[in-house]
């Protein structure tokens, strides 16, 4: 039953980089990912490489095929590289943007070509960047030279680990509007766009953009506690839903998993896992939503 192999499609990297970068937004001295680390009571990720090793040894743990690390603060592409060229057959590269940033779209390249990263993430209402501005369509313009694909956060955001260090989140949620999206993906109707947790809230937009757009798709990572803005509405009801206007080849599992020793989030694969059984999908459609499309999106590049 649990025979197929099974991607995971959203989990974040959590480098040295990423809580030293966490450290200076906190301001003070140089706080190092160590001390961050003992603060939260997370594993410390020691260096890039070990980090890349834990990951793997937990999808062997875990029966888990292929997962996408995202390098979760703008500038830490090469954290997520190393760890892809440590573990090529295992690991696809994302990493967030902010293109707000002078060298935004020399950045998208050299992370979608020399460093070989997949996917560009984009998170419109943490960096104040519409997704109609040029800013953002100059990057989406360089991802799409260099043949990638498009994360694009929409909905409510709220980052856990900013809040338990206490960083300001002065996120603008209009921003995240799947509607602005579906004008973008119509705009580059080649490039495929990824949206995390259904539209994470605006559910309806997100399948209108979908259904505008045959370059959008969905992932179904995390716990997708957006459904309860919407009275009544199940996670069963969004899979159906979903599965309805989108089709079995844009549904795309994620887990959101991204601390050690917390680890894997295997809880969000059992209950996702049920449901698709619950709602009769059949075994072909589940292959493609565990595995099949991500492997699509994401061809091996090792044989
Ligand atoms: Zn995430």
């Given at each position: 039953?649990?025979?197929?192999p099974i991607n995971d499609?959203?989990?974040?990297?959590?480098s040295?980089a990423?809580?030293?970068?966490?450290g200076?937004?906190?301001g003070?001295?140089?706080?190092d990912?160590?001390?961050i680390c003992r603060?939260?009571?997370?594993?410390d990720p020691?260096?890039?490489?070990?980090?890349?090793?834990?990951?793997a040894?937990e999808?062997?743990?875990?029966?888990v095929?292929?997962?996408a690390?995202?390098?979760?603060v703008?500038?830490?592409?090469?954290s997520v590289?190393s760890?892809?060229?440590?573990?090529p057959g295992?690991?696809v590269?994302f990493?967030m943007?902010?293109p707000?940033a002078?060298d935004?779209?020399?950045?998208?390249?050299r992370?979608?070509?020399e460093?070989?990263l997949?996917?560009m993430?984009?998170f419109?209402?943490?960096?104040?960047?519409?997704l109609d501005?040029?800013r953002?369509?100059?990057?989406?313009?360089?991802?799409?030279?260099?043949?990638?694909v498009?994360?694009?956060h929409?909905g409510?955001?709220s980052?856990?680990v900013?809040?338990?260090?206490?960083?300001?989140?002065?996120?603008?949620?209009?921003l995240?509007?799947p509607?602005?999206?579906?004008r973008?993906?119509l705009?580059?109707?080649?490039?495929?766009f990824?949206v995390p947790?259904?539209?994470?809230?605006?559910?309806r937009?997100?399948?209108?953009?979908?259904d505008?757009?045959?370059?959008?798709?969905?992932?179904?990572s995390?716990?997708n506690g957006w459904?309860?803005?919407?009275?009544?509405?199940?996670l069963?009801?969004?899979?159906?839903?979903?599965?309805?206007?989108l089709?079995?080849?844009r549904?795309?599992?994620?887990?959101?998993s991204?601390?050690?020793p917390?680890?894997?989030?295997?809880?969000v694969f059992?209950?996702?896992?049920?449901?698709l059984?619950?709602?009769?999908?059949?075994q072909?459609?589940?292959?493609?939503v565990l595995?099949?499309n991500?492997?699509?999106?994401?061809p091996?590049?090792?044989?």
């Amino acid at each position: 039953m649990t025979s197929d192999p099974i991607n995971d499609s959203h989990c974040h990297f959590f480098s040295p980089a990423f809580f030293s970068a966490l450290g200076r937004q906190r301001g003070g001295d140089a706080q190092d990912a160590s001390r961050i680390c003992r603060e939260l009571e997370w594993e410390d990720p020691g260096t890039p490489d070990a980090l890349a090793d834990r990951w793997a040894r937990e999808l062997d743990a875990h029966g888990v095929g292929r997962a996408a690390l995202i390098a979760s603060v703008p500038g830490d592409e090469d954290s997520v590289a190393s760890a892809v060229r440590r573990h090529p057959g295992r690991f696809v590269g994302f990493f967030m943007l902010d293109p707000s940033a002078a060298d935004a779209p020399e950045r998208v390249r050299r992370s979608l070509t020399e460093r070989s990263l997949r996917a560009m993430c984009l998170f419109p209402a943490m960096h104040r960047v519409p997704l109609d501005d040029d800013r953002t369509l100059r990057a989406v313009e360089a991802a799409a030279a260099a043949g990638g694909v498009v994360f694009v956060h929409c909905g409510f955001l709220s980052i856990g680990v900013r809040r338990r260090l206490g960083l300001p989140s002065p996120f603008d949620l209009r921003l995240g509007d799947p509607l602005a999206l579906s004008r973008l993906a119509l705009a580059f109707p080649r490039v495929p766009f990824i949206v995390p947790h259904f539209g994470a809230g605006p559910f309806r937009e997100a399948l209108m953009a979908a259904d505008a757009c045959p370059n959008v798709h969905f992932d179904t990572s995390s716990s997708n506690g957006w459904i309860r803005y919407q009275p009544g509405l199940t996670l069963d009801a969004v899979f159906q839903t979903a599965l309805a206007v989108l089709g079995p080849s844009r549904l795309i599992f994620g887990t959101d998993s991204s601390f050690f020793p917390r680890g894997w989030q295997r809880p969000v694969f059992d209950l996702q896992t049920a449901i698709l059984e619950r709602i009769g999908v059949s075994q072909e459609d589940r292959a493609l939503v565990l595995g099949g499309n991500f492997e699509r999106l994401f061809p091996g590049k090792e044989s």
